[in-house]
Structures are given as structure tokens and as C-alpha cells.
T-cell receptor, first 110, second 118 residues
Framework: QKEVEQNSGPLSVPEGAIASLNCTYSDRVSQSFFWYRQYSGKSPELIMSIYSNGDKEDGRFTAQLNKASQYVSLLIRDSQPSDSATYLCAVRGSARQLTFGSGTQLTVLP | GAVVSQHPSRVICKSGTSVKIECRSLDFQATTMFWYRQFPKQSLMLMATSNEGSKATYEQGVEKDKFLINHASLTLSTLTVTSAHPEDSSFYIC??????????????FGQGTRLTVV
């Protein structure tokens, strides 16, 4: 069983729509949760981090965490073509290293 | 955020040779560094974790004698791929974190190195 799973892509949304990205994790003691965006050929860049249950908003991005369901999501409002990338969910438990999901490729259609 | 510089960004080497990749934290002291490998269309896989002045901890399945990691200073870690073969061709990415470690500690990524072994 994979430790971090993301909804299968690719995901396509029209410009201006809401893109919803989902992630589940298996380790109940996970403490920190991150969403990264990765453009082709580039290294990941951090979009959001979330540590407690509930929603966290930053501009057009909202991360949602539900530890009871072991679920974390990322919503992108007013999606733009520049948001087209692969989105990686990463989870950190008691150890220092991050465990990454396989990524969801998002395409925002003009 | 903090800046992590990785060099080179691209390297092509002949099979059997060794390649060194550098990862520098430019504006903070990196007490912990992580090295990842990413094959096409796949996610990042952790290779090893190193703390300054200590031997690196390698993930299962990663050959420590083939992938030599040195973290001799608080601003520099190196990954040397020894006797590289075409199957080692991949995107190698470092990540660095500093300060006292907490659950909220953020690790910053370098730009990545595209290694091609011919």
C-alpha cells in the first residue's frame, strides 16, 4: 500500500474554474502536510503547508486537512493557464523526511 | 524563503565515470540535507538524509557505495554518483533545512540536476 496517494490524473479544468486536488495518507502519526507545484524539468516549489485540521487559505489556494479521515486537499480558485503543472502532495511524520505522492498533472485550458 | 543552489543544472557523462553534484544553502545554515531522485513521470524518491558532520542515512535499496554523500559543512552537501551507468540517468534534487527541527520546519529545494549517462 502506497503511503501517500493522490487522485489519478491528468486533470483538466477550464480557465476560471476551481481545480480540486486530493491526497490520502496511511501513517496516522503524520504531522505536517505540504502541497508542491512542479513544472516540467524544474524542482518542486512549495505552495502551501498545513499542520492542523481545517482550512488554510492563501490567495487563490486553499488547503484542507482532515486527520481523522487521513485526507488533505488543495483547491485552486480562478484557475489560470499558468497553474498548469504537476501538483505533489507530501507528508511528514515523526521522522524528518518527506514522503511524496505520485503527483496529479493539472491542465488549465484557456 | 531561503535559497538553495544546486550545481550543475545539467550534466552528461560517459558510462563508468563519476559525477559530483553540489548543493549549497546560500543564506542559512543547513543542518539537514535530503537528496532525492526523480525518474520521468514519477514522483520524488528519497535517496538519503544527511546531518552536518555525520554519515548519511540511506533509504532501503540505495547503494551507499555508489551514491556518496558528503555533508562536511553547514552550507554544502555533495552527491557523487560513482561509476555511473545509463540507468542512473535521472533528475537529482537536493533539499535543505536549518535551525532546530520542529514539525513545522520547511525544507527548501535546489533547482535540480539532470544527469544523462551515455
Amino acid at each position: 500500500q502506497k503511503e501517500v496517494e493522490q487522485n489519478s490524473g491528468p486533470l483538466s479544468v477550464p480557465e476560471g474554474a476551481i481545480a480540486s486536488l486530493n491526497c490520502t495518507y496511511s501513517d496516522r502519526v503524520s504531522q505536517s502536510f505540504f502541497w508542491y507545484r512542479q513544472y516540467s524539468g524544474k524542482s518542486p516549489e512549495l505552495i502551501m503547508s498545513i499542520y492542523s485540521n481545517g482550512d488554510k487559505e492563501d490567495g487563490r489556494f486553499t488547503a484542507q486537512l482532515n486527520k481523522a479521515s487521513q485526507y488533505v486537499s488543495l483547491l485552486i480558485r480562478d484557475s489560470q493557464p499558468s497553474d498548469s503543472a504537476t501538483y505533489l502532495c507530501a507528508v511528514r511524520g515523526s521522522a524528518r523526511q518527506l514522503t511524496f505522492g505520485s503527483g496529479t498533472q493539472l491542465t488549465v485550458l484557456p | 524563503g531561503a535559497v538553495v543552489s544546486q550545481h550543475p543544472s545539467r550534466v552528461i557523462c560517459k558510462s563508468g565515470t563519476s559525477v559530483k553534484i553540489e548543493c549549497r544553502s546560500l543564506d542559512f545554515q543547513a543542518t539537514t540535507m535530503f537528496w532525492y531522485r526523480q525518474f520521468p513521470k514519477q514522483s520524488l524518491m528519497l535517496m538519503a538524509t544527511s546531518n552536518e558532520g555525520s554519515k548519511a542515512t540511506y533509504e532501503q535499496g540505495v547503494e551507499k557505495d555508489k551514491f556518496l554523500i558528503n555533508h562536511a559543512s553547514l552550507t554544502l552537501s555533495t552527491l557523487t554518483v560513482t561509476s555511473a551507468h545509463p540507468e542512473d540517468s535521472s533528475f537529482y534534487i537536493c533539499s535543505a533545512a536549518g535551525g532546530v527541527w520542529t514539525a513545522n520546519t520547511e525544507a527548501f529545494f535546489g533547482q535540480g540536476t539532470r544527469l544523462t549517462v551515455v
